[in-house]
């Protein structure tokens, strides 16, 4: 990818991979799967995945910190040229840090219903700001990203299941329970 030439399909396959085992990566930590790769002409110039669950940090999304690792790759804040791609739709944080990075290209594969920015709650690539991408693209390898969020999510609530059935019945609490 040249300037702000679209991504290619076989481009687009490519790097929604690369976020992909990004998301892996995250699954495997006990995060929330969720993988981004920033590319520019071509190559891979940032990429992260979920922390917040360890680091505490409400701000340790995987697409801030692909834009935070692009800009220091690159040596500045904008980032015009590139493509974000992304394993779940950006939420209304991250669309805002795409829209002040000036990425050109947003990729994403699983929607959001709860908090996705790009559509699905709400549209901060439709509103009036000076810059927005060009290319906005959701349902890339929708199934693999599906995959990933339904599976973690489920191992999720068998762990809290199985968590819940060791403990035991609840103890009497009130003296009417003790009689």
Not at 106 to 123: L, N, Q
Request: net charge negative; proline share 4%.
């Amino acid at each position: 990818m040249s300037g702000s030439q679209r991504l290619s399909p076989e481009e687009i396959e490519r790097f929604m991979a690369a976020a992909i085992e990004c998301a892996e990566i995250a699954a495997a930590q006990g995060e929330v799967p969720v993988g981004a790769v920033v590319v520019r002409e071509g190559r891979i110039v940032g990429w992260g995945y979920n922390t917040r669950e360890h680091t505490k940090n409400a701000l340790d999304h995987a697409e801030m910190k692909a834009i935070d690792m692009a800009c220091r790759n690159l040596g500045g804040w904008r980032l015009p040229g590139c493509a974000i791609l992304v394993t779940l739709e950006p939420c209304s944080m991250c669309a805002g840090a795409i829209i002040n990075a000036r990425i050109d290209q947003v990729y994403y594969g699983a929607s959001d219903p709860k908090f996705g920015a790009c559509g699905s709650v709400t549209d901060l690539f439709s509103q009036r700001f000076t810059y927005l991408p060009h290319t906005v693209q959701g349902g890339v390898e929708v199934g693999r990203c599906r995959a990933l969020l339904g599976n973690f999510f489920k191992e999720l609530r068998a762990q809290k299941k199985a968590a819940r059935s060791a403990a035991g019945p609840p103890e009497n609490t009130t003296e009417e329970q003790d009689t």
